[in-house]
């Protein structure tokens, strides 16, 4: 049965009348003799909407009816009981692009130290207007929010200044290449710092997946508060103090606990030391360290496998499709 707000294309008159056996288009399968009549223009809509094969799912209805057949001739015997033209298949098949397979997932290595390579990009903007400006730390994926109203380049250095000014400055800084990141101030100000700037493709998601992976997370929190009744700028802190000192599901040790050698105190009752022997802190950091590389190979192996991932060699002048934006 067709969706009623599906695009059918319909006829911009109403026959007289017609008696005929019904081979029509639009027809999904074949129907036997039918009658229209100018006065009964109510059951000639009914009949389309009945009988009518989305103009959205065309593509997809012909796409699979020649999934095992690759010559055009196979296509026609293959649909012709659903009435389709000669001229309309030539052009749905021609014009028909299979999916392009996705290559296997590049993991990244975990830095040698806390706060060296930083990941920045932006959560929202939310029912309020506002957007976050989230900076995670590659190594304890401490994480570290500002709240904004404007996104410009002028915004965004200021608030980077006060984040660095906590933790001092990275090494490395990685963020998409779209704006405010691709402004040239905002690369002065890295390089009068001292930080490298590391740009990856922006819009894939995959590229900056640290920092995407806790922006569903932030998002989730901020619609549960909205939806409770409270104003989810509250209720930031609060997950803040939640998630820091909660273990990593892939390093296994908690963000706080690698960024600033001891964990941090929140409302659930504890019985460990809140200040850990310097063997306990060599411990967790090993550990860190020893899980980052087995669990990213995991998340590896199950994307790939998910995905059907396929080695794509692309050469320097072969012809490759871009989205247009």
């Known amino acids: 049965m067709a969706s009623p707000n599906a695009a059918v294309p319909v006829p911009s008159a109403i026959p007289t009348r017609i008696v005929k056996p019904c081979r029509c288009v639009i027809s999904r399968q074949p129907t036997e003799t039918c009658e229209w009549s100018a006065n009964t223009a109510d059951k000639y809509i009914n009949f389309i909407e009945s009988h009518a094969v989305p103009e959205s799912m065309a593509l997809e209805e012909i796409a699979a009816e020649t999934s095992t057949d690759s010559e055009l001739q196979g296509v026609i015997k293959t649909v012709q009981t659903g009435h389709w033209y000669e001229k309309m298949i030539q052009t749905a098949v021609s014009n028909y692009q299979a999916p392009q397979p996705k290559a296997p997932l590049i993991m990244t290595d975990m830095p040698s130290k806390p706060w060296s390579v930083v990941y920045a990009d932006f959560c929202g903007p939310f029912l309020t207007g506002e957007t976050v400006l989230v900076v995670i ?140 022997m310097p063997s306990d802190i060599e411990d967790s950091h090993e550990k860190a360290i020893n899980n980052d590389p087995k669990r990213k190979e995991k998340m590896k192996k199950y994307a790939d496998k998910r995905n059907h991932a396929k080695n794509i060699n692309l050469q320097i002048g072969d012809y490759v499709l871009v989205r247009q934006q």
Not at 148 to 171: C, E, G, I, N, W
Not at 187 to 197: E, I, S, T, Y
């Open 137 to 276: 730390d590659g190594y304890s994926r401490h994480v570290e929010v500002e709240i904004m109203k404007s996104t410009t380049t002028t915004a965004v250095v200021s608030r980077l200044k006060k984040v660095f000014a906590r933790h001092d400055y990275p090494d490395e800084l990685t963020s998409d290449n779209g704006p405010p990141f691709n402004a040239a101030d905002f690369d002065a100000f890295l390089n009068q710092n001292g930080v490298r700037h590391r740009k990856i493709t922006p819009y894939w998601a995959q590229a900056n997946a640290e920092a995407g992976r806790f922006m569903r997370t932030l998002e989730k929190a901020a619609r549960a508060a909205h939806i409770e009744g409270r104003r989810w700028q509250d209720e930031l802190d609060t997950f803040l103090l939640n998630y820091r000192p909660t273990p990593h599901c892939t390093t296994g040790i908690s963000p706080a606990e690698l960024l600033f050698n001891r964990k941090i105190r929140n409302k659930l009752p504890s019985v460990d030391r809140l200040d850990p």
